[in-house]
């Protein structure tokens, strides 16, 4: 794999037409080329050659050539950008390329140096082992040995070229030239006589230049498959060439061609051109990374995913892969940019989904590409196009998930009672939910390189069963990307650090003799072109899943080789401490009620200062909203609550402003007046003769307002009874005022 992701030819890649749509091409040149009045079949072959190119493949193909291939001589003459000339000659057949002195094909004494290096032809030769093998097992007979004494004079014209994945299609007509001049060319040493050239080399132009051209000694092995394809294997200088020769066969049968082009293509490692392909059609590529909310942003962000309709999804507990399908062929890249082959489709489609992978199956829950870079565009808009798609040709590789469009937070309760359990039925492990607002792009990036205009909109959230974060631990501590992280912030027991002491020796154990790792840093190197580094790692890092709600151990994560970033990591502990999980979705759950309370109470008390009497503090909650007031008296009887209240006062940095009456409103002398006075949800202990007396009480010690605060029945489908008070209605939904009097009925 390339250094640097996306590599420099990235840029220079056009999109990919089929092999079907580039050999329509050229077999409409040929019929135009026969076609043409001057055309003389006697004179001219046609050749449909299939090249890899080595920007991609870069194969080192010793074990074809190193014994028993054919050396010869090339003289080569370019004329022009699509004419040369070329000359093969002094051909000798069996050679071995060991036993030449004249072509350094390794350097052993930099191999020796530099053990990575040895790692990576290792590699190397597995994969050439592999193309190897196919040749020797599909070839009816190896024809090196009839280049042995082969003369050549042709010249060459390229007709069209095309590119297609790693290779490079190139037909041409060769004509062949008469070989006698060569003879005695090459054979009299290029000697001048006094009036210069003799007289035949001089009337030819592709003679007359070899004067000044050294020959490229070059070995070559050819093999025939069957209907005549054939297969060539040079090697020269430090240079590697496969080719595939349709030339004898130029109207082959057009499914057997694609079929043999595809098997040798994906013998080799074709990543390098997957991901630069990638970056071709999704300009600085950046996986979406879902955050975890704290409770404010939940609020935040409620008013705006209803505006503009949100979808909900199971949060499947898979590998995030990108699947690329282009060209008939489909293809995974992971997070590392590890690139795999999947299959191969009858449908010429060219999509990325952005997927899960779970039990052999891609779970897709987004499409970066269809056609056109989709990123852009809203997710309302890209969930019309993802379930647009007919997936009935992708040979059962695809499982659809329930994405949900909701309207309100019903809609999304009724996804996690009812679908989201019917998800797991499907026996597809989830752990929480995705919520998506419609209108949230892809990317915040611009696509476009260098182009200051930045899209801000990308809501996309994701709301865990648990909150788990997954940490790398190298035997003593535990890391979220470079950032050592503390013990304490885990609650982590001697009992579970051991258990990871553990599984990190076995890990290690069964690890040592494993060669090193290619780890992909996600960082972007700038804001404006996005490349990735890929960086060795010494040994493989151990990766575990932390649960930080209960501060246990959960499993080690082979399917992930970096860990959680330090902002993820935060976010994950927020969410933790304010036990942000599915469950503040449930109807039984009044978590996000309590948050709205609080909210309200918040903003009513900034609105004032001074002194503070609250009624009814039960267990002293709200204490941290009362850090600027200047004096402040707390009303509460209950005995259980007032102990919880004063240890809570005790804990706190304005102890020295509170006083605590330890009786109920009625039965306390009040001497200190007030700026305001609170009654936060406490009304329901009252009955109507204790609000009448509350009233009396304190409306001499108040300057400025009373506050009470109650559920609004309108927001219910009827009363709400408690043990001393009903609740009904009591604002004016009209008006949006309290009304006057208090329901004597209560």
């Given at each position: 794999m ?5 590599s ?15 050999l ?17 079949s006697g004179?001219?072959?046609?050749e ?9 493949t870069?194969?080192?193909i ?9 050396r010869?001589h090339?003289?080569?003459?370019k004329e022009?950008?699509?004419?040369r ?6 051909s000798?057949?069996?050679?071995n ?11 052993e004494?930099?191999?020796?140096k530099e ?6 032809n290792?590699?190397?030769?597995k994969?050439?082992?592999?193309l ?9 007979k ?5 280049l042995?004494?082969k003369i ?22 060769e ?9 005695s ?10 009036k ?8 030819n132009k592709g ?6 051209i050294?020959?490229t000694?070059k070995?070559r092995k050819?093999?025939i498959l069957?209907?005549?394809?054939r297969?060539?294997?040079t090697?020269?200088?430090d ?9 004898r066969?130029i109207?082959h049968?057009r ?6 082009v ?11 051109f997957?991901l ?27 008013d705006?995913?209803?505006k ?6 199971a949060k499947t507990?898979?590998l ?9 062929l489909?293809?995974?890249v ?7 082959y999947?299959d ?11 997927c899960e992978?779970?039990n052999?199956d ?17 997710y309302?808009?890209r969930?019309?196009?993802l379930?647009?798609?007919?997936f ?5 590789k695809?499982?659809r998930?329930?994405?949900?469009k909701?309207?309100?937070?019903s ?11 019917n ?38 959230y ?12 190298d035997?003593?501590?535990?890391y979220?990307?470079?950032?050592s ?10 009992a579970e650090?051991?258990?990871?002491c553990?599984k ?24 404006r ?7 060795k790692?010494?040994?493989i890092p151990?990766?575990?899943?932390f ?6 151990f ?6 992930k080789?970096?860990?959680t ?10 969410a933790?401490?304010q036990?942000i999980n599915i469950?503040?979705?449930s ?16 903003n ?14 039960g ?25 919880n ?12 402003r ?16 007030f ?13 109507y003769?204790?609000v009448?007396?509350?009233?009396n009480?304190i409306s001499?010690n108040?300057n ?6 109650f ?11 408690s043990p ?17 009097s208090?329901?004597k009925?209560?």
């Amino acid at each position: 794999m390339n250094p640097v992701i996306p590599s420099s030819h990235y840029l220079l890649l056009d999109e990919q037409l089929s092999l079907d749509t580039i050999l329509d091409n050229m077999y409409h040149q040929i019929s135009i080329f026969k076609n043409h009045k001057l055309f003389k079949s006697g004179d001219i072959n046609f050749e449909l050659e299939f090249r890899l190119r080595n920007k991609y493949t870069n194969i080192d193909i010793n074990d074809f050539v190193k014994c028993m291939s054919c050396r010869y001589h090339e003289y080569l003459f370019k004329e022009n950008k699509t004419t040369r000339y070329r000359i093969i000659y002094e051909s000798s057949y069996p050679a071995n390329i060991n036993e030449d002195q004249n072509i350094n094909l390794e350097n052993e004494e930099e191999n020796k140096k530099e053990k990575e290096k040895e790692e990576e032809n290792i590699e190397k030769k597995k994969k050439i082992s592999k193309l190897y093998t196919y040749v020797d097992t599909n070839s009816e007979k190896e024809i090196t040995e009839t280049l042995n004494g082969k003369i050549e004079f042709t010249k060459k014209m390229t007709l069209m070229t095309a590119y297609y994945f790693v290779y490079k299609i190139v037909l041409s007509i060769e004509t062949n030239l008469d070989v006698s001049d060569i003879i005695s060319f090459l054979d009299n040493s290029l000697v001048e006589t006094e009036k210069g050239c003799n007289k035949k080399i001089k009337s030819n132009k592709g003679l007359n230049i070899l004067q000044f051209i050294t020959p490229t000694i070059k070995y070559r092995k050819s093999y025939i498959l069957h209907k005549d394809v054939r297969i060539y294997v040079t090697k020269y200088e430090d240079k590697s060439q496969f080719e595939i020769d349709f030339s004898r066969n130029i109207n082959h049968e057009r499914s057997d061609m694609i079929n043999i082009v595809h098997d040798i293509m994906l013998l080799l490692d074709c990543s390098n051109f997957v991901l630069d392909y990638l970056f071709y059609l999704l300009p600085n590529f950046e996986f979406q990374k879902p955050i975890t909310p704290s409770m404010d942003t939940i609020f935040d962000i409620a008013d705006d995913l209803v505006k503009n309709t949100f979808f909900v999804a199971a949060k499947t507990d898979g590998l995030r892969l990108l699947v690329i399908i282009t060209n008939h062929l489909m293809f995974s890249v992971s997070g590392n940019f590890d690139v795999e082959y999947i299959d191969c489709i009858n449908s010429d489609l060219h999509l990325v989904f952005d997927c899960e992978f779970v039990n052999d199956d891609f779970i897709p829950f987004d499409i970066l590409y269809h056609n056109v870079d989709l990123r852009l565009k809203s997710y309302k808009e890209r969930i019309a196009i993802l379930d647009s798609i007919s997936f009935d040709s992708f040979n059962n590789k695809f499982k659809r998930k329930k994405i949900r469009k909701c309207g309100n937070y019903s809609d999304l309760q009724n996804f996690i009672e009812n679908e989201l359990e019917n998800e797991n039925k499907n026996l597809v492990p989830n752990d929480g939910i995705i919520i998506t607002d419609g209108a949230s792009t892809y990317t915040l990036q611009s696509i476009i390189p260098f182009d200051s205009h930045r899209v801000e909109h990308i809501r996309i959230y994701k709301i865990k069963t648990r909150n788990t974060v997954d940490l790398r631990f190298d035997g003593r501590y535990f890391y979220a990307k470079q950032h050592s992280i503390k013990k304490s912030n885990l609650k982590l027991t001697l009992a579970e650090f051991k258990k990871i002491c553990l599984k990190y020796h076995q890990h290690k154990k069964l690890n040592r003799d494993k060669n090193k790792m290619d780890i992909i840093i996600d960082n972007p190197f700038n804001k404006r072109i996005v490349y990735y580094q890929l960086v060795k790692e010494k040994k493989i890092p151990f990766i575990i899943e932390f649960d930080l709600d209960k501060g246990v151990f959960v499993k080690k994560r082979k399917d992930k080789w970096t860990s959680t970033s330090l902002n993820t990591f935060n976010s994950i502990v927020l969410a933790s401490f304010q036990k942000i999980n599915i469950e503040i979705f449930s109807p039984d759950s009044n978590t996000l009620m309590r948050k709205y309370h609080n909210r309200i109470k918040q903003n009513i008390l900034n609105e004032y200062k001074g002194n503070l009497l609250d009624i009814g503090s039960g267990n002293g909650e709200d204490i941290h909203k009362w850090k600027h007031f200047r004096k402040i008296a707390c009303i509460e009887p209950d005995n259980v609550k007032l102990k919880n209240l004063n240890e809570r006062i005790n804990k706190s940095d304005i102890k020295n402003r509170i006083t605590i009456y330890p009786n109920t409103i009625q039965n306390i002398k009040l001497k200190d007046s007030f700026n305001i006075a609170t009654c936060f949800f406490a009304i329901n202990d009252f009955n109507y003769s204790d609000v009448e007396s509350m009233l009396n009480h304190i409306s001499q010690n108040i300057n400025e307002i009373l506050v009470v605060l109650f559920m609004d029945n309108s927001l219910f489908n009827g009363d709400i009874d408690s043990p001393c008070i009903k609740y009904r209605q009591c604002i004016d939904t009209h008006k949006n005022k309290f009304l006057e009097s208090l329901d004597k009925e209560s």
